[in-house]
């Protein structure tokens, strides 16, 4: 079965430091994987999203993440850390074929000290 | 509409209590997907309709959910003889189709948040 494990629930970074939010996957086919951002009693923001066409993947708000098959890691990074980058982050997976549905991470809030 | 719209966004009900949640998805989308969310549960998928095509409900936790899909349209999440554990942020989302080749995006609306008394 195809599941997501994000490897910390809370990250705390001073604001210019360098952002990393770790992503782990299982799917026995290539997956399609994506970062969502949810803001304080808010819906879900898509940030980026792989989809097998280049490795690196650029998204909004100067994230990035890095798709590496030989780790199954899609870790999300951000070189310098803004305060309006405080929220939740949820990495998901959905396997390819019919199915339609994402599997989402546990999440992981993003706290950010001035 | 511009985006995926939820109603109530917030719901406080009694123990016992019929609840219907309604999502009304972007114009064109074909797939809207229905998720629970709770403290420190990420997103658990419940449901979600392809068109004209019999939905998933694999993720359903019990038989007093259900949901339908009334024209391609409007969905309807329902849960009778709600309980304490129901009490969830309920989101829905759509995208433009489900599954095939592509990377299709979700968007997803505000939620609605239901408290079960």
């Known amino acids: 079965a195809q599941s997501v494990t994000q490897l910390g629930s809370h990250v705390s970074v001073s604001e210019g430091a360098l952002v990393l939010l770790r992503c782990n996957y299982s799917s026995s086919v290539p997956p399609y994987l994506f970062w969502y951002v949810q803001y304080p009693n808010q819906g879900l923001q898509l940030l980026l999203k792989?989809?097998?066409?280049?490795?690196l993947v650029k998204g909004i708000n100067g994230f990035e993440a890095e798709f590496k098959k030989s780790e199954t890691s899609f870790h999300l990074t951000k070189p310098s850390a803004h305060m309006s980058d405080a929220a939740e982050y949820f990495c998901?997976?959905?396997?390819?074929?019919?199915?339609?549905?994402?599997?989402f991470g546990k999440g992981t809030k993003l706290s950010v000290k001035p | 509409g511009a985006g995926v719209s939820q109603s109530p966004s917030n719901k406080v009900t009694e123990k016992g209590k019929d609840v219907e949640l309604r999502c009304d998805p972007i114009s064109g989308h074909t797939a809207l997907y229905w998720y629970r969310q709770s403290l420190g549960q990420g997103l658990e998928f419940l449901i979600y309709?392809?068109?004209?095509?019999?939905?998933?409900k694999s993720g359903l936790p019990s038989d007093r959910f259900s949901a339908e899909r009334t024209g391609g349209s409007v969905s309807t999440l329902t849960i009778q003889r709600t309980q304490q554990e129901d009490s969830a942020v309920y989101l829905c989302?759509?995208?433009?189709?489900?599954?095939?080749?592509?990377?299709?995006?979700?968007?997803f609306g505000a939620g609605s948040r239901l408290t079960v008394l």
């Open positions: 989302a759509s995208s433009l189709r489900a599954g095939g080749s592509g990377a299709n995006v979700l968007t």
């Open positions: 792989y989809t097998s066409a280049a490795t």
């Open positions: 998901a997976v959905r396997p390819g074929g019919s199915q339609g549905n994402l599997i």
């Open positions: 309709f392809q068109g004209n095509s019999a939905p998933d």
